[in-house]
């Protein structure tokens, strides 16, 4: 069912199996001891078989807009639990490649928006009137991009022409469903397409509007950078099957209005150190607005900032210490793709790379040396300047 199908048609392998049925919930939860019904938006019946999870949806029907008073306002859907024969559902999918079904009576695939057809011409189409598509929920705009990115589909030009219309609605939405969105689209694999993606339909900047802001005043090809390297980066990590934080991606994602809004907070007797404390207190505050970046990664985004100063004053013996920094190794991979972005930070990369593959006694001997002293880098950034 929905993406399942999909993917098996197309040679994928599917995340997960979801299954359809026109029983309700409840008589779900009464075949199955190990069932939990679950959602509120969306009620549903989860089946536990060991460690997996079967998701059984009910067939649903497409709202007429005059049941409950609270389901529908201002055209979008707040609650989608009018049950429905086969066909209501695949009509109220969102597009036509999600709206098949396999039919495990005789094998067969059902197909009533043409979603084959779509699907062999890699084109990703909204089912039904796209502006009535988008009202009803504008978060389809986020999985337009994701399912194009992902399965490297065009979006029809209809649908396109209304997410290009209508991105504005996405101002609507809770901040904290548009964080689950936004893992999705970056944690996929297809971190650059996604991102390129959302730039060209325009909608990066509902999701973070700072960042976005930056990108537009770019100076040689240089705050763009920094984005697509953490995002190519966090591609390669994921098909490495390497741990992938979100707090890394989100103190990437919004280091550029950091280090922007640190120039602009710092004042005379503040240390760089103050001047990023309350830079990423102020940037954050300000994109929970727009999507909720729960806590518990917030707190390890403003650590990786907050350390990079001291990874800037290498030569010392706090070197030592801050080793052994819990978020040392999330620090040092932030200022490696500082360099590559082209900030002025490789030779500390290189000290701090050195420093971890060599031995105790020669890491005491790498901190009695020449240290990287402020005059130094005052220096090298005023000899930076000049060669613009
Ligand atoms: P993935 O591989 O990312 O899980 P998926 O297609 O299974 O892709 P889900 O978010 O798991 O996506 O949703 C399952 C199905 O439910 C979709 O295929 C689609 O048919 C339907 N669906 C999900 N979200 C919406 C939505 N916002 N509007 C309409 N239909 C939706
Ligand atoms: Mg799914």
């Not at 979603?115 to 009535?132: F, K, N, Y």
């Not at 729960?294 to 030569?315: K, N, V, Y």
Request: aromatic share 8%.
């Amino acid at each position: 069912m929905g993406g399942c199908v999909r993917d098996m048609l197309l040679g994928r392998e599917p995340k997960d199996f979801d299954v359809s049925t026109d029983a309700h919930p409840e008589e779900v939860a009464k075949l199955f001891r190990n069932c939990r019904l679950i959602g509120r938006r969306f009620r549903l019946a989860h089946v536990h078989f060991g460690r997996e999870i079967i998701e059984v949806a009910t067939f649903r029907a497409q709202h007429s807009g005059e049941e409950e008073g609270s389901t529908i306002e201002n055209g979008m859907i707040l609650r989608d639990n009018v049950f429905g024969g086969i066909e209501d559902d695949a009509y109220r999918r969102d597009f036509t490649i999600n709206a098949l079904y396999y039919n495990i009576n005789d094998f067969s695939v059902a197909d009533y928006t043409n979603g084959i057809d779509d699907l062999q011409a890699g084109t990703l189409r909204l089912i039904g009137q796209p502006e009535v598509r988008f009202r009803e929920d504008p978060v389809r705009m986020l999985r337009a991009v994701r399912f194009a990115a992902k399965l490297g589909f065009r979006i029809a030009p209809e649908t396109e022409t209304a997410i290009w219309a209508m991105g504005g609605l996405l101002q609507d939405i809770p901040p904290a469903r548009l964080f689950e969105e936004v893992l999705k689209l970056l944690l996929n694999g297809c971190a650059v397409q996604t991102y390129e993606l959302l730039r060209h339909y325009d909608l990066f900047k509902y999701l973070f509007p700072e960042t976005d802001r930056c990108l537009g005043e770019e100076e040689e090809g240089y705050p763009h950078m920094f984005v697509l390297r953490a995002l190519e980066n966090t591609e390669i990590r994921i098909a490495d099957n390497k741990p992938v934080t979100p707090a890394f991606l989100i103190a990437a994602l919004l280091w550029e209005p950091v280090r922007s809004t640190v120039h602009k907070v710092r004042q005379k007797d503040m240390t760089e150190a103050q001047a990023l404390q309350i830079a990423g207190r102020d940037v954050l505050a300000e994109q929970t607005r727009h999507v909720v970046l729960p806590r518990r990664f917030t707190t390890q985004s403003r650590e990786i900032w907050q350390m990079q100063p001291r990874l800037i004053r290498t030569g010392t013996k706090r070197a030592l210490r801050l080793v052994e920094h819990p978020r040392f190794r999330a620090a040092y991979d932030f200022l490696l793709l500082r360099a590559l972005a082209g900030e002025d930070v490789q030779s500390q990369c290189d000290w701090w790379t050195r420093f971890q593959e060599v031995d105790d006694e020669a890491r005491h001997a790498m901190c009695q040396g020449r240290k990287h002293s402020g005059q130094q880098r005052r220096s090298r950034s005023k000899h930076r300047k000049e060669e613009k």
